[in-house]
T-cell receptor
């Protein structure tokens, strides 16, 4: 089973709203990732969590706040977003074996529209 | 791994023909590469991977070729089917298991 689930599938929010995106995997993976994908572009890495600790932040604005409550869950808290933040937000996970580069498995994404 | 503009290259093939999708990668130190397929409205789906100690790897109907000398990857799909229509991304794993995607290629299969 290589399933990563994401909720909600679609989200519309105003620039003053606070919302959260959720991601879950039950593959026992210990690395989880957030990516942002604009239309007709490849996914771009935002954050990496390894063993529930933030290991990479790709200079993402503070209006995006990640959280990893446990090894199966990853959240992305959104506050005071701008219309240009509208995109497909993808979650991924990988095993996180030491010293091994690994396949990342992606969820279906949350399509976010900021008005 | 940066995209090269708003218009993705498109490959149109007839159903049943073989498809070859090409990709140039940026980091000569990268030693693990993955091909993903992304259908409309879905997340990227793993197709096949290859490590730098190999130059060819085969899966079911797919083959990946790696040429480290010119930093080039290709994905070959045999007997292309309508369900293969999607955007295909190559990706290289960089330091910290950071996945960097190529620009992508649209594959359109004509019936």
């Amino acid at each position: 089973d290589t399933e990563v689930t994401q909720t909600p599938k679609h989200l519309v929010m105003g620039m003053t709203n606070k919302k959260s995106l959720k991601c879950e995997q039950h593959m026992g993976h210990r690395a989880m990732y957030w990516y942002k994908q604009k239309a007709k572009k490849p996914p771009e890495l935002m954050f990496v969590y390894s063993y529930e600790k933030l290991s990479i932040n790709e200079s993402v604005p503070s209006r995006f706040s990640p959280e990893c409550p446990n090894s199966s869950l990853l959240n992305l808290h959104l506050h005071a977003l701008q219309p240009e933040d509208s995109a497909l937000y993808l979650c991924a996970s990988s095993q996180r074996l030491a010293g091994v580069q690994e396949t990342q498995y992606f969820g279906p994404g949350t399509r976010l529209l900021v008005l | 791994g940066e995209s090269v503009g708003l218009h993705l290259p498109t490959l149109s093939v007839q159903e049943g023909d073989n498809s070859i999708i090409n990709c140039a990668y940026s980091n000569s130190a990268s030693d693990y590469f993955i091909w993903y397929k992304q259908e409309s409205g879905k997340g990227p789906q793993f197709i096949i991977d290859i490590r730098s100690n190999m130059d060819k790897r085969q899966g079911q109907r797919v083959t990946v070729l790696l040429n480290k000398t010119v930093k080039h990857l290709s994905l070959q799909i045999a007997a292309t089917q309508p369900g293969d229509s999607a955007v295909y991304f190559c990706a290289e794993i960089q330091y910290g298991n950071k996945l960097v995607f190529g620009a992508g290629t649209i594959l359109r299969v004509k019936s």
